[in-house]
């Protein structure tokens, strides 16, 4: 490890945390970093419904309206996303932590229950969010065996009521008070 | 607006919140969605070092480890990030609100003052971070007049015992408690 740090206080810590390789690094900056929790949901050309959790959703710019998410290539939710699809994007509550876990886990079971329902374009709509934006995807960049999607919004609606979700310290977490200045 | 809600909840709601164009629906949903805040730092091709406050970082790839963040092509650091450029990608604490002001401020008063110092490789460094990952520019997609970079991370340390930053609801806040399950 490079010495990066220039004071006493970070090479005390350098001896507890011990980092040997880049993707180590990153894999331990990442889960330091907070970020919101999204539902991305569309449609396979089957029209089985798909959709996965994402903390990579991004805005991208403001005009036109668009936003990123990246996804791995072999991800079971990635047909949905190809050029000219429309799907929804959902912004998770804090009371929300069941539909987040679901979406990330077995690809069968993520739409088995009455979190969802078919909605806009019959598109699965997920019940409760904060907000929800429709979106159609107008770029898809891969690089390596992954890819960053970019979509354009159409539509949406915020409930700002419903309480943030972030994930942090590979927890979910709520958030807390405003910094002091 | 379409009709997107599908309950009563949801359709008082929308009559306090309402939305007009994509636009707004965009920037209202993104204003509620939580992010971690970074700071990018690169220099421009004579030296002079580039940095900005940016809440679009997300992890893009674990191997080989990547990650990406969306920049308008007239920002004042966009040079500081073409292909093959070194940066060093910031994740910012607590406790740093005047630095992540300072790196959203005046660009030519982002580096006025003693919240860094020149680090690994010549690029400027910031003092008291959460985690910092050394990263090459590997990718540079342009999709309208924004860009979304990929960097491929090549070290790093991380401070887990400084708390964590998350900017939300156009503030910024401290990080709360875990979601009981």
Do not use: C
């Not at 040997?20 to 999204?38: K, R």
């Not at 912004?91 to 077995?106: E, P």
Request: proline share 6%; hydrophobic share 45%.
């Amino acid at each position: 490890m490079l010495p990066f740090g220039n004071n006493d206080e970070q090479k005390a810590i350098e001896r507890i945390v011990t980092i040997v390789t880049p993707q180590e690094a990153f894999l331990a900056a990442f889960s330091l970093h907070p970020a919101g929790v999204a539902v991305i949901t569309g449609n396979l050309d089957d029209g089985t419904p798909a959709g996965f959790t994402a903390t990579s959703l991004a805005s991208f710019s403001a005009t036109p309206p668009r936003a990123t998410v990246n996804i791995a290539q072999h991800a079971s939710s990635y047909l949905a996303l190809a050029m000219g699809k429309t799907v929804i994007l959902h912004f998770l509550s804090g009371d929300q932590v069941g539909i987040a876990r679901a979406m990330a886990g077995d690809f069968a079971q993520r739409f088995t229950g009455d979190h969802w329902a078919p909605g806009l374009d019959g598109l699965p709509q997920l019940h409760g969010v904060r907000a929800a934006l429709l979106a159609t995807v107008v770029a898809v960049t891969e690089v390596g065996d992954n890819a960053t999607i970019v979509f354009e919004i159409k539509d949406g609606q915020t409930h700002p009521d419903h309480p943030p979700l972030v994930y942090v310290d590979r927890r979910y977490h709520h958030v807390g008070d405003i910094v002091a200045d």
